[in-house]
């Protein structure tokens, strides 16, 4: 008998709590399945043609997600911060801006960094972890 029995499982899956972490990873071994056949789906490489339009599609998910997802973290926390108390709302928003700021300002630089100048990330990566 192992840590969770058939009804264990049927029970989490079937009521709707964990259907979406069921979904998500069914979708990344998707993802991993479809992408590893593709990559080995012929002894050729690929054309500049073929290339193009598989980049088009990545690009065209990734502006979308990018569209989504920055307004929903803002509304997210506007909605958050607008629903506490006057007087604690405005030491936890100005917390939360000025998170919100250092971290979107980290990230830029990060992926200027990573897309750039790999060797100056390393270096980076040095000094603070081993200096």
Do not use: Q
């Not at 049927?10 to 069914?26: I, Q, Y």
């Amino acid at each position: 008998m192992g840590l969770c029995s058939g009804d264990c499982l049927k029970h989490c899956f079937t009521n709707g709590r964990n259907l979406l972490t069921l979904l998500t990873v069914v979708g990344i071994l998707c993802g991993i399945v479809i992408g590893v056949s593709l990559r080995h789906a012929r002894e050729e490489d690929w054309t500049g043609r073929e290339v193009v339009y598989v980049k088009f599609l990545g690009e065209i998910f990734l502006r979308m997600l990018n569209a989504v997802v920055i307004p929903l973290i803002m509304s997210s926390l506007v909605s958050a911060v607008g629903s506490l108390n006057v007087k604690i709302s405005g030491r936890i928003g100005l917390r939360a801006a000025v998170y919100y700021a250092v971290t979107t300002i980290s990230a830029v630089v990060l992926g200027y960094l990573v897309k750039n100048n790999l060797y100056l990330l390393l270096l980076m990566f040095f000094f603070l972890f081993f200096y």
